[in-house]
C-alpha cells in the first residue's frame, strides 16, 4: 500500500513563509498525479496545487505567484513552497496521490497565519 506523511505545517505570520513537504512510501507506480489540497474551518476541501509523475503542474489561481510545487525524485517527496501567506491560507492541508485508479489521502498538517 501508499502511505502519505505530511510536514512542515506551522503558525506564521502574514508576509511569511513555509515550506511544506509530502513524503510517499509504499507502491507508487511510474504514472501518478499528487496534489495538495486544504481545508479551512466550515468550508470544503479545495485543490491548491497539483503535479504529475511527467511535471505537468496546476495552480489554483488564489495562490498563483506565491506557492510553488516541486517534486524530489530521489527522496519520493512533493514540497509545496508558500510564499507572501495571507490569513486566508490558514487551513489543515492535505496530500492526496491518485495512481492506477486509486487515491491516497495523507493525514494533513496545519497551517495558521496569523499575527
Known amino acids: 500500500q501508499v502511505q502519505l506523511v505530511e510536514s512542515g505545517g506551522d503558525l506564521v505570520q502574514p508576509g511569511g513563509s513555509l515550506r511544506l513537504s509530502c513524503a510517499a512510501s509504499?507502491?507508487?507506480?511510474?504514472?501518478?498525479?499528487i496534489g495538495w489540497y486544504r481545508q479551512a474551518p466550515g468550508k470544503q476541501r479545495e485543490l491548491v496545487a497539483q503535479i504529475t509523475s511527467g511535471d505537468s503542474t496546476i495552480l489554483a489561481d488564489s495562490v498563483k505567484g506565491r506557492f510553488t510545487i516541486s517534486r524530489d525524485n530521489a527522496k519520493n517527496t512533493v514540497n509545496l513552497q508558500m510564499n507572501s501567506l495571507k490569513p486566508e491560507d490558514t487551513a489543515v492541508y492535505y496530500c492526496?496521490?491518485?495512481?492506477?485508479?486509486?487515491?491516497?489521502w495523507g493525514q494533513g498538517t496545519q497551517v495558521t497565519v496569523s499575527s
Open positions: 492526496k496521490l491518485t495512481t492506477r485508479g486509486n487515491t491516497y
Open positions: 509504499g507502491s507508487i507506480f511510474s504514472i501518478y498525479v
